[in-house]
């Protein structure tokens, strides 16, 4: 597509609820990235995949975080049993290439608000 | 770990003046990027620099990157209220790209 796209845009959930973010990132960009926004803060990085492998998954806050990227396209961010610090945007971003080479392509994200 | 600061947080400004924002990195970095965020919008790339001392100019951004490669600014001439927003700067360290908190500039018309 001709941009990132994220789904859904908002998500209000109960806390403990379990919920899924999609993100379908540009068509041919290698690189995935999640990343957690506060309000009045900068993104967070939470987790980085090359295609389809997850090379980087160190900005995960807890295991209840889980991100998947099965086939090299779109990827899923999957938060079990959310409590109300979860509560952020979630930002998903491509490129495509590495780390090194390119800007980040962002989503609109997904507001997840925990109640 | 890589942490990456940013100032001032917040800087209103009256249309027609200069804005700067500043970043310093904790440690030396391959390159540094800069983002726009409007008002409940998402980041949008602007521009990146890699090397030591680089200037770069987009009609009234102008960027540097510091010789050591520990810090950068964007500076806007000439503010206008299309200008408004929050601007970052996102650091590349060993592996990963970690922002900045942001500067929010307000125009003031």
């Known amino acids: 597509g001709a941009g990132v796209s994220q789904s859904p845009r908002y998500k209000v959930a109960k806390r403990g609820q379990d919920v899924a973010l999609r993100c379908d990132p540009i068509?041919?960009?290698?690189?995935l990235f999640w990343y957690q926004q506060a309000l009045g803060q900068g993104p967070e990085f939470l987790t980085y995949?090359?295609?389809?492998?997850?090379?980087?998954k160190s900005g995960l806050p807890s295991d209840r975080f889980f991100a998947e990227r099965p086939e090299g396209s779109v990827s899923t961010l999957k938060i079990q049993r959310t409590q109300q610090e979860d509560s952020a945007v979630y930002l998903c971003?491509?490129?495509?290439?590495?780390?090194?080479?390119?800007?980040?392509?962002f989503g609109s994200g997904t507001r997840l608000t925990v109640v | 770990g890589q942490q990456v600061m940013q100032i001032p947080q917040y800087q209103h400004v009256q249309e027609g003046e200069d804005f700067t924002t500043y970043c310093n990195s904790s440690?030396?970095?391959?390159?540094i990027q800069w983002y726009k965020q409007r008002p409940g919008g998402h980041p949008v790339f602007l521009i990146q620099?890699?090397?030591?001392?680089e200037v770069k100019k987009q009609k009234r951004l102008t960027f540097q990157f510091g010789e050591a490669k520990k810090n950068s600014s964007l500076h806007i001439t000439a503010t206008q209220t299309t200008d408004v927003g929050t601007y970052f700067c996102?650091?590349?360290?060993?592996?990963?790209?970690?922002f900045g908190i942001g500067t929010k500039l307000q125009v003031i018309p």
């Open positions: 971003a491509s490129s495509l290439a590495g780390l090194e080479s390119y800007g980040y392509t």
């Open positions: 068509s041919g960009h290698v690189s």
């Open positions: 995949f090359q295609n389809e492998a997850q090379l980087d």
């Open positions: 440690t030396t970095l391959s390159n």
């Open positions: 620099l890699v090397k030591s001392g």
């Open positions: 996102a650091g590349r360290g060993y592996q990963k790209v970690t």
